[in-house]
C-alpha cells in the first residue's frame, strides 16, 4: 500500500536534546512537508521540500533542521534551540501537478514531549 | 489567498447527509477550493477540491455556487467514523507561500447515533 509513515508515534525527550522524527513516503511525491500542531490549533508549516537536495523554510523554522537526500524520505531534527519542541508533528507529501499542488497526504504524525 | 469563514460545530444523525458551509466571498478566479478533515490525534486527510465545477469521488460531493463566493462539502451517508473536524482551505495554484496548507479552526462534526 502507499503511504507515509511516521515514526515513532510517541517520543520522549530530556530538554538539551537534540531529536529525528522520521517521514518517509512511497508515494513517488516530488514535495514533502513538515507541520506542527499544538493542542486546539491549526497546523503550522515548519519546512518543505519540492525536490531532492532542496527544502524551503516555512514559517515557524527556527529551532529545526531538515535534509532531503532521497526522494522517499525527509526527517526533521528538532534541535535543542527550539524553545517549546513539546507538540504533535506532522509529514506530507504532494505531487506537484498541476491543479493538485495542495492534495497534500498527511502521516500518522509524531506526539513529541520534551520535559 | 482568501479567507475562508466556516461555523464552529455542526451535528447531525448517523445515515443522513451532512452539508458543511464555507463561505470565501473574497476568492479570486484562480483560487480553488480544498476540503480536509481531522479526526482526533490523526493526520488530516485530503477529502476533495475544486475550482469552479461541482465535484464527487467516493468520500463526499463539493458544491460550489455559481459566483464562487461559497461552498458546501455533502456527506452523503454520514457515519460515526465521519466525526471529524473538516477545514476548507482556498489556495492559488502553486502559491508564492511555498504550498503552505493553512488551517484554520475549520468546523467540528458530531455524528451522533
Known amino acids: 500500500d502507499g503511504g507515509i509513515t511516521q515514526s515513532p508515534k510517541y517520543l520522549f525527550r530530556k530538554e538539551g536534546q537534540n531529536v529525528t522524527l522520521s517521514c518517509e513516503q512511497n508515494l513517488n511525491h516530488d514535495a514533502m512537508y513538515w507541520y506542527r500542531q499544538d493542542p486546539g490549533q491549526g497546523l503550522r508549516l515548519i519546512y518543505y521540500?519540492?525536490?531532492?537536495?532542496?527544502?524551503q523554510k516555512g514559517d515557524i523554522a527556527e529551532g529545526y533542521s531538515v535534509s532531503r537526500e532521497k526522494k522517499e524520505s525527509f526527517p526533521l531534527t528538532v534541535t535543542s534551540a527550539q524553545k517549546n519542541p513539546t507538540a504533535f508533528y506532522l509529514c506530507?507529501?504532494?505531487?506537484?501537478?498541476?491543479?493538485?499542488?495542495?492534495?497534500?497526504?498527511f502521516g500518522p504524525g509524531t506526539r513529541l514531549t520534551v520535559t | 489567498d482568501a479567507k475562508t469563514t466556516q461555523p464552529p460545530s455542526m451535528d447531525c444523525a448517523e445515515g443522513r447527509a451532512a452539508n458543511l458551509p464555507c463561505n470565501h466571498s473574497?476568492?479570486?478566479?484562480?483560487?480553488?477550493v480544498y476540503w480536509y478533515r481531522q479526526i482526533h490525534s490523526q493526520g488530516p486527510q485530503y477529502i476533495i477540491h475544486g475550482l469552479k465545477n461541482n465535484e464527487t469521488n467516493e468520500m463526499a460531493s463539493l458544491i460550489i455556487t455559481e459566483d464562487r463566493k461559497s461552498s458546501t462539502l455533502i456527506l452523503p451517508h454520514a457515519t460515526l467514523r465521519d466525526t471529524a473536524v473538516y477545514y476548507c482551505?482556498?489556495?492559488?495554484?502553486?502559491?508564492?507561500?511555498?504550498?503552505?496548507?493553512?488551517f484554520g479552526t475549520g468546523t467540528r462534526l458530531a455524528v451522533r447515533p
Open positions: 521540500s519540492q525536490i531532492v537536495n532542496d527544502f
Open positions: 473574497t476568492i479570486s478566479g484562480n483560487e480553488y
Open positions: 506530507a507529501s504532494s505531487s506537484r501537478r498541476p491543479g493538485r499542488a495542495y492534495e497534500q497526504y
Open positions: 482551505i482556498v489556495r492559488v495554484d502553486w502559491g508564492s507561500s511555498g504550498d503552505k496548507l493553512t
